[in-house]
């Protein structure tokens, strides 16, 4: 039986409205889909979550990564690459996993969690990272429960109901 729980996301909306403000000053890979800064907080049951938080997790990764890469050499084709922010490797493994689970007749992935190091070390061999978060993709659209705006509504919406420019951040 596949474990359940809930999770509340919101806890990190001062990154969340930080990436937000790149993507309208055209900062970041997906920029042209966000034009107005703004930040909303979901409710996300998991189900049955991928988390490469947890070790089983990392070997179904680790695993996919292998058979995957048996594939690409057995196809003479060249393996994906992640490249700065473009993480072509790692959605090809993914992706491969969720072809395992579907060949193999497994529950499907509801989410996706894990840790994401972005920005600069805190301080020298640090591996605290500036931007330090954890991302959740939702695979499963009725893993969402709800939508929320984070409080306070001004600090994190700061552009609501106004006129701004790209110079306003």
């Known amino acids: 039986m596949a474990r359940r729980r ?3 996301l919101g806890q990190n909306s001062y990154r ?11 900062q970041q890979k997906f920029s042209d889909e966000i034009t107005t800064p703004f930040v909303i907080g979901a409710i996300i049951e998991l189900g049955n979550c991928l988390n490469l938080l947890e070790p089983k997790s990392i070997a179904i990764i680790k695993n996919a990564y292998e058979g995957l890469k048996e594939l690409f050499e057995q196809s003479g084709e060249s393996m994906p690459v992640n490249k700065g922010a473009n993480r072509a490797l790692d959605c090809a493994v993914i992706q491969y996993v969720h072809q395992i689970n579907i060949a193999s007749g497994n529950l499907a992935y509801d989410t996706i969690k894990s840790s994401f190091n972005e920005g600069g070390q805190v301080y020298p061999s640090s591996n605290f990272t500036e931007r330090l978060h954890i991302e959740i993709c939702v695979i499963n659209p009725e ?3 709800g939508y929320f705006l984070p409080r306070p509504v001004n600090e994190f919406n700061s552009y609501l109901n106004r006129e701004y420019s790209n110079s306003d951040f």
Do not use: T, V
């Not at 409205?17 to 055209?26: D, G, N, S, T």
């Open 143 to 145: 893993s969402i429960k």
């Open 16 to 26: 969340a409205l930080e990436y937000a403000e790149e993507c309208a000053k055209r």
């Open 6 to 8: 809930s999770i509340f």
